[in-house]
């Protein structure tokens, strides 16, 4: 069982800052396939960006490309989200999610964008 625990959001103003953290339990981190999601209200959850397990490989979704960053410190437990340049449509809630012999999802961290 892995349990994840996020921080980090809040209300930003559009072109603001924040950076979402998220740790997980367990010793097998270094395993542990990692990434953000995010759910608007109305709207599905989708992926935002995804760390791998082994060579650090990453991936983001087009529409955070060049402005989000996602990372991980083993020595910590835990993997972030560096968000630049927020815009009104980032508002959502961030699930930090880990796939090892299993799905888990974190509770949630509200985001919100607006002046």
């Known amino acids: 069982q892995v349990q994840l625990v996020e921080s980090g959001g809040g209300l930003v103003q559009p072109g603001g800052s924040l950076r979402l953290s998220c740790v997980a339990s367990g010793r097998m981190f270094t395993r542990y396939i990692m990434s953000w999601y995010r759910q608007a209200p109305g709207k599905e959850r989708e992926l935002v960006a995804a760390?791998?397990?082994?060579?650090?490989?990453?991936n983001y979704d087009d529409s955070v490309k060049g402005r989000f960053t996602i990372s991980r410190d083993t020595a910590k437990n835990t993997v972030y989200l560096q968000m630049n340049s927020l815009k009104p449509e980032d508002t959502a809630v961030y699930y930090c999610?880990?796939?090892?012999?299993?799905?888990?999802w974190g509770q949630g961290t509200q985001v919100t964008v607006s002046s």
């Open positions: 999610k880990a796939v090892w012999s299993g799905v888990y």
């Open positions: 760390i791998s397990n082994t060579d650090g490989m990453t």
